[in-house]
C-alpha cells in the first residue's frame, strides 16, 4: 500500500484518520499502532512478525541498558542489539548477494535463498538501533511503556522510507500530542504538495527515463542519454521527497513533528553541500552514529579520509547489495574528500553558478553508477552521454524527446529550486489589497488543484512504482 493510491486515499487513509479523531488521548496511540500496522500487513503479512521482534528486542535491550548504565553489562548488551540489528538486516539484504560472490569465487553452486526484501527494514532497523545507542549514551529516556515504542517504530507515515526520525525527537508527541486545526491544515498541504511532486512529476519523468534505460546504449545519442539521465536524477527526487513531505505532513495532521528529509538539493554548490540538503535523516545518521564514534575530523586528515571512505561505503552498501551502490558511495567519498583536501576553498573563491554545474556533472554521474547495475552498462551509458560511442551527440530522436518533455523538465527545475517557496513567502509578506485577494484565492484553488490532478492521474495511469521501496 503506497500513499500514491486508491487504496489508501480513499480508504485506508479517511477510516483511519476518522478513528484517530474521534479516540481520546492516550488511545490515540492504539489506534496509531493498530493502522500501522495493517498499513505494513497489507504489503508483508509474513515480515510483520520480524519487525515485531526487532521491537521486543529493542524495547527489551534499551531496558537493560538502562538499568546497568555506567557499568560494562550496559556495553555488552548495546554490543548485543547492533548486533541482532544487523544480523537481520544483512540476511534479508546481502545474503544472496554474497552467496553469489562465494559461487563466482569459488565455483560452487550454494542455491540463492530469493527471500523477498522487507519492506522499510533499512529504516527502521536504523531507527531501533539509534534508540539503544541513545539509551546508553543518556541521551534519550528509557521507554518503558511498549506499546509507545510500538508506535515509535512502525508510524506508518515514515514506516516504509522515512524520514529516519530518532526516539528523542518524537518523545514528547508520543506521550503528548494536540494537533490544532492550523497543524492540521499545514499537514495536509504538504501531503498534497508530495502527492503532485510524486504523481505528476517524478511518475511522468519516470517513464522516460524506462524508456531511454531499456534501449541499446551503443545506439542512443548523447542528448538522449542526458535526457534519460536527468529524467531519473528528478524522477528521484521527486519520488523521495515528495513522499518525505506526504510523510511530513500526516505526520502534522497527527500532532507529530518529523525532521526534514530534502532542503532543495540540486540547488548546491558542492558536493558537501549536497549531502547536507539531500536526505538529511540518513545523512546526518551515519555522521552522529558512525562518523562521529570513529573519530570525525579529530584524529588528523588521514584519520578522517579513512572515516569519510568508510562512512560512504557503508551508505552506498545501505542502499543494497551491488557493486553498482558501493561504486555510488565511493564515487562520492572521492569528491568529498577532495572538497577537505583543496577543491572546497577552490569553490568558495568561485562563482557559486560554476560549484552548481560542478555538483551537478557529479551528481548526474553519480546517478548513472547508481541505477544501472552492472559495469557493462555504466560503462556504455557514460560513453553515450559523454559521445563516446560513435552516435552523432545530436539526433532526430533526442530532439523529439527533448520537445515532448521540456515542459515537464521545466516544471521539475522550478520545483526543485526554492523559487516557488520565495514567492509564496513574498506574497504572505504583502500588504496591498490585491496580493491578499490573489492569496487568499491561491490558498483555496491550488491545493484543490494539485489534489484534483493527482487523483485524476493515480486513476489513469498504470505507471505509479515507488523508487525508495526497494531499499
Known amino acids: 500500500m503506497i500513499f500514491s493510491s486508491v487504496l489508501f486515499l480513499f480508504r485506508f487513509l479517511p ?24 498499513f505494513y500487513a497489507w504489503g508483508e503479512p509474513v515480515y510483520i512478525l520480524l519487525m515485531l521482534f526487532s ?21 555488552r548488551l548495546l554490543v548485543s542489539s547492533i548486533v541482532i540489528n544487523l544480523l537481520l538486516l544483512g540476511f534479508f539484504k546481502y545474503a544472496d548477494f554474497l552467496i553469489g560472490l562465494i559461487n563466482t569465487a569459488s565455483g560452487a553452486s550454494i542455491p540463492l535463498l530469493k527471500l523477498p526484501l522487507p519492506i522499510g527494514i533499512s529504516f527502521y532497523t536504523f531507527q531501533t538501533m539509534s534508540y539503544t545507542i541513545d539509551v546508553y549514551r543518556g541521551e534519550a529516556k528509557v521507554q518503558r511503556n511498549f506499546l509507545d515504542f510500538a508506535v515509535f517504530v512502525t508510524m506508518f507515515p515514515q514506516l516504509i522510507a522515512g524520514p529516519i526520525v530518532k526516539y528523542r525527537q518524537v518523545e514528547e508527541d508520543l506521550h503528548l500530542r494536540k494537533p490544532d486545526i492550523e497543524q492540521i491544515r499545514r499537514g495536509a498541504m504538504r501531503f498534497i504538495v508530495g502527492l503532485a511532486k510524486k504523481v505528476l512529476l517524478a511518475n511522468n519523468l519516470g517513464q522516460l527515463w524506462n524508456m531511454i534505460a531499456a534501449m541499446d546504449y551503443s545506439e542512443i545519442s548523447g542528448l538522449t542519454a542526458w535526457l534519460g539521465i536527468l529524467a531519473f536524477a528528478f524522477q528521484i527526487y521527486f519520488d523521495f521527497s515528495g513522499y518525505s513531505d506526504m510523510a511530513i505532513g500526516l505526520g502534522d495532521c497527527m500532532g507529530f513533528h518529523f525532521p526534514e528529509n530534502f532542503k532543495y538539493p540540486y540547488i548546491s554548490a558542492s558536493v558537501t553541500e ?22 570525525g575530523n579529530r584524529k588528523g586528515l588521514a584519520r578522517q579520509i579513512f572515516n569519510i571512505l568508510v562512512v560512504w561505503m557503508l551508505t552506498g552498501i545501505w542502499h543494497g547489495a551491488g557493486i553498482n551502490f558501493l561504486l555510488w558511495g565511493l564515487w562520492f567519498a572521492l569528491f568529498l574528500i577532495l572538497e577537505k583536501l583543496f577543491l572546497g576553498k577552490i569553490l568558495r573563491a568561485v562563482p557559486p553558478m560554476l560549484g552548481r554545474i560542478y555538483t551537478w556533472l ?95 492521474y493515480i486513476v489513469e495511469a498504470s505507471y505509479n512504482p515507488f523508487l525508495y521501496f526497494r531499499f
Open 55 to 75: 521491537i521486543l528486542s529493542d524495547y527489551i535491550h534499551g531496558i537493560l541498558i538502562g538499568r546497568f548504565r555506567g557499568r560494562k553489562a550496559a556495553k
Open 362 to 456: 557529479v551528481v548526474i554521474v553519480g546517478w548513472v553508477l547508481f541505477e544501472l547495475p552492472s559495469f557493462d552498462a555504466i560503462l556504455g551509458y557514460l560513453r553515450a552521454m559523454f559521445g563516446q560511442n560513435g552516435v552523432l551527440f545530436i539526433d532526430r530522436r533526442g530532439m523529439y524527446l527533448n520537445a515532448e518533455y521540456s515542459i515537464l523538465f521545466a516544471l521539475a527545475v522550478i520545483g526543485s529550486t526554492p523559487l516557488v517557496s520565495r514567492l509564496s513567502a513574498g506574497l504572505a509578506q504583502a500588504k496591498s489589497g490585491g496580493a491578499i485577494a490573489l492569496r487568499r484565492v491561491l490558498e483555496k484553488v491550488l491545493p484543490a488543484a494539485l489534489l484534483l490532478l493527482s487523483i485524476a
Open 274 to 295: 549536497f549531502w547536507r540538503r539531500w536526505h538529511i535523516t540518513l545523512s546526518s545518521w551515519f555522521k552522529e552514529y558512525v562518523y562521529i564514534p570513529l573519530g
Open 15 to 38: 477510516i483511519f484518520l476518522l478513528c484517530y479523531y474521534l479516540v481520546p488521548g492516550r488511545a490515540k496511540n492504539i489506534v496509531l499502532l493498530a493502522g500501522s500496522l495493517i
